[in-house]
């Protein structure tokens, strides 16, 4: 159904706050370089946004465009996207750490006419050729007409008679009148990160997601006016569009765009960030914190993080030696830890604590209730599946409209597996208060003689010993029991001898808090110096199942993949281990 005529949505994240405090700073950019960060206020956000809407309409960018934005956090990606957004053209920001391929499977998909990029990328002291790759991926893209590229660094690239350079923006107008648009009109694409298949290009439009973004940025963060929120996502995930800029700028707020790692120049990067720049809401992953709290407490207690007022966690189950870390350590133990669930196709947090709510409890690891207007329900998918399969019953106004070009590939993925209901994807348990606990992506069980169990509860046992950094647990197929022995992956935080020491006794106890429900003696582990993992830091387990499998030949889309080494070490490390 059409929506109504919504208000224009840049109107919503610039116009109405220039009116009222100008000089207010919108984005602070976070350069790879600690301490060089640059602040851009609310009117320079809105110039820089009119002036690159009128470059793009005048080289014919219009409503119903697709613009394709190859950028790593900048406000020069900020810029595009609300340029897109001003003048009624959809976005599709592409993660700057992906491949050529990667980058042009999207643009394909989204049959963009119009490329945005920089010349170069920093990121961990390391510079990335981003042009050179769009150039690459564009051989294989004829709808793309135009590049437009941003300068990152002082290195000039290569132009040709396609490339026009951002800087032509200059010229133009600072006034550019919005688009009237429908509430149901696009905003943007974005392609989910694919650890499993062919990226999606899942569509959000304008009123909703921006109303949900805006809503849940406010009660989850506890967010107040002149706060500092610190999202350290990158722009090209979800996390990044609704938090460090849909939610954040439509109330109003300054937010943080961060260029670089958590461990760049060394592991107190994101604390000494919190100290300089006085960030009071901290919003991250638990692989990085998981990655920090191995590095040790004395990088937390060398910077004042007297500032911080709530610790938001995002992007998988967060085991609860991290959760309490995060709050004991990074929090002083008086910042509550959200631990925020939702997807890319849920435009925003959908189960989360509301520590601002009268008798907010939070129960460590558990994402906690539903945000206003979500109605999860649990489907009892299998007998002796012990978690449920996590739905919604009812719309809600940040969920993706459909697949960009596949409507029916949504209607299969998210619809028809309990129809009535949207499904996840993911695992949860509700306790009797009607708290949730999240388990993970139903498709990484393990499935022992009929038993059930989300690969995360195994992870999280194994995570607490301080021998294990980071763990990956799958099940695989064994002709008597199914789906049956696990296969577990550590990443070895001391050397090899003595991690497989250790990991005897991590076996144990696994055993004993899990006890009835699976066959340990089958069990087989390998260390392994890291863990193939997608750009966006969730692990590959496809990858590691195929390995146990010995089907290398069906390692299937590797496009996404962060770090090719690691899969080779996992194969040959299998090899050894047999
Ligand atoms: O499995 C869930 C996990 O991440 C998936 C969504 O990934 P993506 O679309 O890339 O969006 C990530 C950022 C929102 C979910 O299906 N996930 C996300 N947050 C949590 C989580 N799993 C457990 N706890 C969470 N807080």
Redesign the pocket.
């Known amino acids: 159904k059409k929506g109504k005529t919504t208000r224009k949505l840049p109107m919503n994240c610039l116009d109405r706050h220039v009116h009222t405090f100008p000089d207010r700073v919108a984005l602070i950019w976070e350069r790879d370089e600690p301490g060089t960060e640059v602040k851009v206020t609310y009117r320079q956000l809105l110039e820089a946004t009119c002036r690159l809407g009128n470059l793009l309409r005048r080289h014919g960018v219009n409503r119903g465009d697709c613009v394709t934005i190859y950028m790593p956090p900048c406000p020069a990606a900020v810029v595009s996207m609300l340029a897109c957004a001003r003048i009624g053209a959809a976005h599709s920001v592409v993660f700057a750490g992906f491949s050529a391929e990667a980058l042009a499977d999207r643009i394909r998909d989204a049959q963009s006419r119009i490329v945005i990029t920089v010349n170069q990328g920093v990121r961990g002291g390391k510079v990335t050729e981003l042009k050179q790759t769009v150039d690459l991926a564009i051989q294989s893209c004829p709808s793309v007409q135009k590049v437009f590229v941003a300068m990152r660094t002082e290195s000039p690239v290569v132009m040709t008679a396609r490339d026009i350079a951002m800087e032509e923006m200059q010229t133009e107008d600072v006034v550019c009148e919005p688009a009237a648009m429908d509430s149901e009109d696009v905003l943007f694409l974005l392609y989910?990160?694919g650890s499993t298949g062919k990226p999606k290009g899942l569509v959000h439009t304008q009123a909703g997601y921006l109303l949900y973004a805006s809503l849940t940025h406010r009660c989850v963060f506890n967010y107040h006016d002149e706060d500092v929120f610190g999202c350290v996502a990158d722009i090209g995930?979800?996390?990044g569009h609704s938090y460090s800029v849909y939610g954040p700028l439509a109330n109003g707020g300054t937010t943080v765009l961060f260029e670089s790692t958590p461990i760049y120049p060394d592991p107190g990067r994101y604390w000494e960030m919190v100290q300089r720049l006085k960030i009071n809401q901290f919003y991250g992953a638990p692989t990085a914190i998981r990655l920090l709290l191995k590095y040790g407490d004395h990088w937390v207690h060398k910077y004042d993080r007297s500032t911080l007022k709530t610790l938001g966690?995002?992007?998988?189950?967060?085991n609860t030696e991290a959760w309490e870390w995060y709050h004991r350590v990074v929090g002083d133990g008086r910042c509550p830890v959200v631990?925020?669930?939702?997807?890319?196709?849920t435009g925003g947090i959908c189960i989360a604590p509301r520590p601002s709510a009268p008798n907010a409890e939070i129960v460590p690891g558990m994402?906690m209730r539903p945000f206003f207007g979500i109605r999860p329900v649990l489907m009892d998918s299998e007998v002796l599946c012990m978690s449920l399969g996590l739905c919604v019953s009812q719309p809600w106004p940040g969920m993706a409209r459909t697949i960009h070009n596949n409507h029916q590939r949504f209607i299969e993925t998210y619809c028809q597996p309990y129809p009535g209901y949207f499904f996840?994807?993911?695992g949860a348990y509700r306790s009797k208060e009607g708290y949730y606990q999240?388990i993970?992506?139903l498709d990484d069980v393990i499935n022992v003689s009929g038993h059930r169990i989300g690969t995360a509860e195994l992870e999280d046992v194994l995570n607490q010993s301080p021998m294990v950094a980071e763990s990956a647990v799958i099940g695989y197929s064994h002709e008597v029991k199914g789906q049956g022995k696990q296969e577990t992956f550590n990443v070895a935080t001391q050397s090899r001898q003595y991690t497989m020491a250790k990991i005897c006794g991590v076996k144990f106890q696994i055993m004993v808090t899990i006890l009835t429900f699976l066959c340990y003696k089958s069990a087989i582990s390998q260390c392994v110096q890291r863990l193939p993992k997608t750009r966006?830091g969730?692990i590959m387990r496809r990858v590691l199942r195929k390995v146990v499998e010995r089907d290398l030949d069906g390692l299937g889309d590797l496009s996404t993949l962060d770090n090719p080494a690691a899969v080779q070490e996992v194969i040959q490390g299998h090899r050894d281990l047999f």
Not at 339 to 345: G, L, S, V, Y
């Open positions: 989910t990160s995930w979800i996390t966690s995002v992007g998988e189950p967060i631990d925020t669930w939702w997807q890319t196709e994402a996840t994807g993911d999240i993970g992506r966006s969730k």
